[in-house]
């Protein structure tokens, strides 16, 4: 049995909810509630000493951070493959998912927060330069898709990773250019996807 310690409106785990929909591998869900700080409980430190979610635990593998549990999820489970077979494509999907992780949500997270602040207390010059670092991104993505479904080829474990994130931009207020015809077919079909429909909440 799988079982994946949860937190619903975290993106991380978001992207292995969307691994584990793709597979249609059947799972079981632990809230770890952050907002009473349980990520820091003893019980959960042992299974992640970093305290965050997502860990998932398959029968004795006890395995935490998004990135590490897809790959062993796609491994473990390799249809379907969300990974090519060649060691260039591979990179390439690892080097999309970085810029997802390390670029993308994280800004997506910040802009989320300030938005939630009164309209009084917000940071308008924040606001605006983190809208335009996502647009800058999304510039970026706009060649290869231009030959490719999705950011690094077919579906990959790159695009579950960008998904959660693309899932909040219509709250965002983050217009994508409309010239950025491919981006913007790219962002559709992932709003469309089952896989991806099954996190929104
Ligand atoms: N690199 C980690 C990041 C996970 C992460 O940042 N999780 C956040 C929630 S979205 C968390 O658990 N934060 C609790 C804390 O830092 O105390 C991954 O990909 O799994």
Redesign the pocket.
């Given at each position: 049995m799988i079982v994946l310690y949860d937190?619903p409106?975290?993106?991380?785990?978001q992207?292995?909810r969307i691994v584990l929909a793709e597979k249609e591998l059947e799972f079981e869900t632990r809230l770890?509630d952050?907002r009473k700080?349980e990520?820091?409980s003893a019980e959960f430190l042992k299974l992640n000493p970093?305290?965050?979610?997502?860990v998932l635990v398959d029968e004795d593998a006890v395995i935490?951070?998004?990135?590490?549990?897809n790959e062993y999820l796609n491994e473990e489970y390799p249809n379907p493959p969300l990974m090519p077979e060649d060691s260039y494509g591979r990179a390439k999907v690892r080097m999309n998912e970085d810029l997802a992780?390390m670029l993308f949500t994280p800004r997506v997270?910040l802009l989320q927060a300030e938005l939630r602040r009164g309209e009084a207390e917000r940071d308008g010059e924040k606001i605006r330069r983190l809208q335009n670092e996502i647009l800058q991104l999304f510039r970026r993505l706009e060649h290869p898709l231009q030959s490719h479904r999705f950011v690094a080829g077919e579906f990959s474990l790159a695009d579950a990773a960008f998904a959660p994130g693309i899932l909040l931009l219509p709250k965002l207020g983050v217009e994508v250019d409309p010239s950025l015809v491919n981006v913007q077919r790219w962002i559709k079909e992932l709003h469309e996807r089952a896989s991806v429909q099954a996190v929104q909440h």
């Open positions: 937190f409106e975290c993106p991380y785990a992207k292995v770890v952050l700080n990520q820091r970093l305290g965050k979610v997502p935490y951070d998004s990135t590490i549990i992780d997270e």
